[in-house]
Nanobody, 126 residues
Framework: QVQLVESGGGLVQAGESLRLSCAAS????????MGWFRQAPGKEREFVAS????????YYADSVKGRFTISRDNAKSMVFLQMNSLKPEDTAVYYC???????????????????WGQGTMVTVSS
């Protein structure tokens, strides 16, 4: 059974940092695209960042570019999201996602992923 488990969420003040982690089990995603999405209360799920295995390409939503960094530990099928200079508008449940196809290009659409974690809450106070 494939599982993605996020951790690292919490309550921080504006301007502070958090690092989210996502660990995969049940199969390896070492060569597959992995990404992060988020869903704020009353809003639709939106793309945050993604990373391909091939060429190490990364993609970011404009709203987080320059503040968030996605990274991978391919040997462990893990993906991380370093979030700096957090803003109240970053408050959301953050979801890890993985695609069931090795060497594919990372997508910025939620439909481009096959597996999802249960989410971890990030709350940024002003």
């Amino acid at each position: 059974q494939v599982q993605l488990v996020e951790s690292g969420g919490g309550l921080v003040q504006a301007g502070e940092s958090l690092r989210l982690s996502c660990a995969a089990s049940g199969r390896t995603f070492s060569w597959s695209p992995m990404g992060w999405f988020r869903q704020a209360p009353g809003k639709e799920r939106e793309f945050v960042a993604s990373a391909s295995y091939i060429y190490g390409n990364t993609y970011y939503a404009d709203s987080v570019k320059g503040r968030f960094t996605i990274s991978r530990d391919n040997a462990k099928s893990m993906v991380f999201l370093q979030m700096n200079s957090l803003k109240p508008e970053d408050t959301a449940v953050y979801y890890c996602a993985a695609k069931d196809r090795a060497y594919a290009t990372a997508s910025i659409s939620s439909s481009g992923y096959d597996y999802w974690g249960q989410g971890t809450m990030v709350t940024v106070s002003s």
